[in-house]
């Protein structure tokens, strides 16, 4: 993929969730742009990794970047845990997120998760959404790569946001 398109691909990745993270996920609208920014993510982070490992810690900077900005004090990275990596079908890798709702109503969560090499370079990341977690409870949402990974691969929370 060119760098045009690739930027085009991230332009519309950080936007999607810029928005979808000032929405309510209480609505059925809100849910439904959490859900488009998560999917609008990982086709960033795929046609990043087309262009190679810059562009790809690229993309994940900037949805983090986006997730920060949108969160206007929102952010919720402290809440929130993921497992290590287990082995999942084709050679991806997944991960489970668990996110503590510590505000005083039910709420939904976008979390971006980065699977990293032994050397803290970026592999793959994903963005999930854990919806309708009741106040002061807990809720899962399952991280995968989009690609096979291997050797050592290490998952880390690198934004989290409550909408």
Do not use: W, Y
Request: charged letters at 10%; a positive charge.
């Amino acid at each position: 993929m060119d760098a045009k398109r690739t930027t085009a691909a991230l332009v519309l990745a950080v936007t999607a969730l810029a928005s979808a993270s000032a929405c309510s996920s209480s609505s059925p609208a809100g849910s439904a742009a959490a859900s488009a920014a998560s999917a609008a993510a990982s086709a960033a982070v795929s046609a990043a990794q087309s262009a190679g490992q810059s562009a790809l810690a690229s993309a994940s900077a900037a949805v983090s970047s986006a997730l920060a900005s949108a969160a206007a004090g929102l952010d919720v990275k402290k809440d929130v845990t993921v497992s290590e990596p287990a082995a999942a079908s084709g050679g991806k890798v997944s991960s489970t997120v668990k996110v503590t709702n510590s505000s005083g109503s039910q709420a939904s969560f976008l979390v971006t998760v980065s699977f990293r090499d032994s050397s803290g370079n970026i592999l793959d990341v994903d963005v999930v959404t854990v919806e309708n977690v009741r106040a002061g409870g807990t809720g899962t949402a399952t991280a995968t790569s989009h690609r096979s990974l291997t050797g050592t691969v290490k998952a880390q929370v690198d934004a989290a946001v409550r909408t």
